[in-house]
């Protein structure tokens, strides 16, 4: 569920439930349509909780109606979403980073950002992303294999790499000033 909460009164105002479990990561865009993305619960020693399938969500912020419900593929628990700083574009992580204008209806089908391989052909482990509010630059926090340190990419906002430096163990988050 995504509660709904009344900050004048402190209390909760209303819930949305979402087809899918555990909401990961959420944004607000131009139009006023909460974007929620989901990871589908987990797997464990004693089963599995929920479908494990992700989806991302879009809904009316005033309404509180859910506008898009979308499965997402993914091998990887780590969804997360970011808006340029206008709100008119959102960026998903689901393996890879995927681009989209709010006014679409579906995540592209080819990845805007790819997730380096390691020397097996395995996937790296995209963690975090952000964008600076100032200038669009897009910054992803690559986990690499959650056990060594994780490197952070920086790109510009048309997707041209600019640099990338290594940081701690399982980087997912940045602030801007």
């Not at 005033?62 to 997402?72: F, G, K, N, V």
Request: hydrophobic residues 35%; glycine residues 8%; contains cysteine.
């Amino acid at each position: 569920k995504v509660l709904v909460i009344d900050c004048e009164q402190d209390v909760l105002g209303d819930s949305i439930t979402l087809s899918s479990w555990q909401p990961k990561s959420m944004v607000l865009d131009a139009r006023n349509k909460l974007w929620v993305v989901t990871d589908g619960g987990f797997d464990s020693d004693e089963g599995s909780f929920s479908d494990n399938i992700p989806h991302l969500y879009r809904i009316d912020a005033a309404t509180h109606q859910i506008e898009l419900d979308q499965a997402l593929d993914t091998d990887e628990g780590g969804v997360v979403l970011a808006t340029n700083p206008e709100g008119t574009v959102l960026y998903l992580i689901n393996n890879d980073v995927y681009r989209m204008e709010i006014t679409e209806s579906h995540l592209p089908v080819r990845p805007y950002i790819q997730a380096e391989r390691n020397e097996r052909g395995l996937r790296h482990k995209l963690y975090g992303i952000g964008v600076n509010p100032h200038n669009g630059e897009i910054y992803i926090a690559d986990a690499v294999d959650y056990a060594q340190s994780g490197v952070i990419r920086r790109y510009t906002s048309d997707g041209t790499l600019i640099d990338q430096f290594r940081v701690g163990i399982n980087p997912n988050g940045f602030a801007f000033k």
